[in-house]
Every structure is written in structure tokens, then in C-alpha cells.
């Protein structure tokens, strides 16, 4: 039998990750990994001058 | 902005070819050291220990290791009577939520207040070297001088307010400053908490395809860090990139297409129509068969890959670069280990490092490059023929592309009556957290987690080292903290099948 492994939000990285481990026998079997934040700049950015794109997207 | 200047044909200046290089140079060099000693080194130092540690005996580890002045007995007694104040106050900061005295840490007392120290002096090191972002980019992060078709940082040795000999000296003291610390201080480190943990070059393998874009040109347009792609862990050849195979799935992702969401897209022709199918919160578990990620999952030529330093390194070695075979080959040899134990977490956190080696050599040279133009008096930093909009066509598209700090980060754009069409961002994170495909395949993370040994479920810190061995950045830095300022770490543990 696997035992289900969440860690949210993994610490000491630069923004938001959750993971889902799969764990048997003493080790990972499988894994979700999963961004938890919608981003949305290409939703911004459509209409816009192109040369500002750079400003905005270095926001990354 | 590459992007942008390849959809209208844009030529750089020389000057402004430079000083792109110095700013990301100098990034790669700050943010390299700050993952190993501040994000990734807490996987495998035990603070907690380095209070055992007798500073004697760590001042003969560093004496032995490197050159570095600061290496005495009083200056270790002095780190860790700081670091007992610390934990006595009870206020642990950024040592807090530290699975700390776990069996898999494995360094000796004196090693863990050797890196405890370099932890503290990284910091005091790292705001000094990036004041080249201040002078070259008004400002860090997120650089202000960068401009379509060049930049805007002035550049005249004979003007006050502009980039002048006088800056030239200040940022070359701050790349010699940098250079060294790398040099003596990173480097020796890496390899001494390497040489305990030999046992994480069988682990954290991954996908074994490795996708570089290319960075840092040179005056005839060749890269320091080609780019190129390596399938299957075959180091006996590059394939040359092709921008034309990147597609994004969605099959797995908080998104829609029009046309389903089996097919994959290339970025010139992506969609981002949010679908969120996941659980309402508070949830305990995702539905991995379905959506679970806001990341798309980018695929090269449909295969899954991994991008970053390993990937860059792995490209340049079999490229032939002989600087980055040297450092490589000697790393290698001090490890006394093979080139399959590359291809792992500690294969990962290694190439980084040998990155930065790399990337820190070259910032004087580069600045020396700079000097020479503004001394034979070419101080040209914007190529301003297609800056009026009248001048473009009707209807363009192009691609941009850079090497940050965490690997290939692609933009795609579509410019149409002067205005954005389309502009689709695919930044390294995503290549490598990427979620599965429509066929099942694993993104970078969950293909190098598999096989990962875990001693206590609740208390994964094996699985830290191989997802920070990544150095994630996943679009934005949010951190959740509780009321009292302790981050939230959340980890459930069920028996679920």
C-alpha cells in the first residue's frame, strides 16, 4: 500500500509549489507537481504596445 | 523584447550586445550563490549541530580547502557564539522549519559551521556584487535600462552622469569581488559537502533530455552556453535547436483550447483561456487524473525536458566549449566520480556551480570589451531604425530567448497594427515543473523525484534536495505566512491506495 504525500507550498524556492508524492516501500514512486498561481500575463498583454512588452513581462 | 526585435528585424549595438551580457552575467553569478548557500544548502548542512562543532577543527577543514582570509579560530568562535544567540532567543529566522538532527544529514560538526558562516558572509557579499544592476540597470531586480532595439544605460567616459571610466572601475572591483568568492568560497564548499553526499549522484536522475536556447554572444554571435538539445543521456551529440518544436499542452493544466485540449500548440499560436477544474479549497488532495497545475506542460518535438545549468552544461561540454570540459572533467575528478553522475540531484547542484565558475571568468573580459569600444569612442547603445511603429509591417511575429539563471526561457510574439497580437511567455519553471502531457508524459520534477529514498514521510528533506537541486521559480515570490510570521508548510500524509 502507497501513502499519499502533499507538501504545500515547498519553502526556500521563489514562489508557490505544491507537490503530491506517491511513497512505497521507502521511496517516491510517482509525483504530481502543481503551480498553485495563475499567472495571466499573456492575458495582459494582447493590445498593448509591443515596445513596453519587455517591461511588463520581466515581472516573471 | 528579443521578441520584439526579431519580429521587426531588430540589430542590437555592440555596446548594447555587452552590457546585456554584463547585467545577466553578473545575475547568473549573485543568484547562483544565493540558491546554493540560502535555498538549497539547509537540505544538506544541519545547523543545529554546527553549535557542536569546535571552531579549531573547522578553521583546519577551510585552511584545507581554500585560501579564503577569513578562516581563523576566533573568527569560528565568533560565528558560533552568534549562532547560539540566535537559537538561545528562540527566534530561529531563517534557520526555522529546518528538519533538523534527520539521519540523511551527514556532514561533521566543523563542515556545518563552515557553510553556517559562508551562509552569512553570502549575504553581506551578495548585496555588494549586484550593485552592478544599480549602476548598469538603474535598479535590481528587474533591471530598468533595457529598451527595444538596445538599451539605455549612456555610455561616455568623458560625461559625468553617464557610464564612465570611473564606473567602469567600480564595476570591475565588484566582478573581481565576485569572481573571488566563487572562486574560494563557493566553489571550495560545493565540492567539500559534495564529497559527503556522493550517494545523491544516484539520485534525482530525471527525464534525460535537456534543452538549452543559448546565452551570452559574442561579437561574431557565438554563445558562451550554446544552445542545442541532448536526448536520451546521449553525450555523443547536440542536436541543433529548433524553436518551430516547442508546443504546450493543457491536458493537464487549468486551461482550455478551442480546438480541445488533447493537441499541443506552439506558442506563436498559444491560448490562455483560464479553466480552473480543481477542488474548492480547503482540499486534501488534487485530481492528478485530470487538471492539477497552472503550469502548461511545454514539450520539445513532443519529448518532455529539462532546462537550467545541467542542461547548459551538458550542451557546452558536448559542444566542445573547452573551458566549461576543464571544469567539468576537474570536478569530476576531485569527486572521483564518473560523467553518469551528472545526470542526478547532485549532478544538478554541481553543474551550477561549474556555470558560475564559468560565467564569473568572463565578467572582467567582457567589461574590458566595453571599455574598448567607449575608448575607440563608439558610445552607439540604441539602434533607433525601427523604433517609429509607421516602419513596421502590418502583420509580424517573432521569438525571443534567453538563458536566465534557471534555464530556457522562451517568448512569442504577434504583432499586428502596431499593437499585440499574441504574446505567449514559456519560462524555465514551467519546462521543468511542468505537469504531465496528453500521453502521460512526466514533467522534470516528477520524473527526477521517482526512486527518490525517503527515511521519514514527515520529514521529506530528501525530497527537498532534489526539487531545490532545480532552483524553482515558480512565476512569482509569494510566501504564505501564518499570523506569527512562520511560513506554512503543509504536509499531509495518507494512506490513499
Redesign the interface.
Known sequence: ???????????????????????DG??????????????????I???????G???M???? | MRAVEDALGIRIPENARILRNLIAGIQYVQDHVIHFYHLHALDWVDVTTALQADPAETAKLAQSISSWHNSSETYFQGVKDKLAAFVNSGQLGPFANGYWGHPAYKLPPEANLLAVAHYLEALDWQRDVIRVHAILGSKNPHPQTYLVGGMSTAVDPESESALNADKVALIRKLFVKAKQFVDQVYIPDLLAVASFYKDWAGYGEGLGNFLVYGEFPDRAGNMLFPGGVILDRDLSQVYPLDQEKVAEYVTHSWYQYGDGDQTAKHPWDGETQPNYTGPKPPYQFLDTEGKYTWLKAPRYEGKAMEVGPLARVLVAYVSGNKRVQEVVNSVLETLAVGPEALFSTLGRTAARGIETLVVAEQLVPWLDELAAQMDAGDVTIHNGDKWDPATWPQETKGWGFHEAPRGALGHWVRITDQKIANYQCVVPSTWNASPRDASGQRGAYEAALIGTPIADPEQPVEILRTIHSFDPCMACAVHVVDTEGRELVHIELEGSM
Open positions: 500500500m502507497a501513502d499519499k504525500l502533499v507538501i504545500d507550498p515547498i519553502t526556500r524556492i521563489e514562489g508557490h509549489l505544491r507537490l503530491e508524492i506517491e511513497i521507502g521511496q517516491v514512486t510517482d509525483a504530481w507537481s502543481s503551480s498553485t498561481m495563475f499567472r495571466g500575463l499573456e492575458i498583454l494582447p493590445g498593448r504596445d509591443p515596445r512588452a519587455w517591461l513581462a520581466q515581472r516573471i
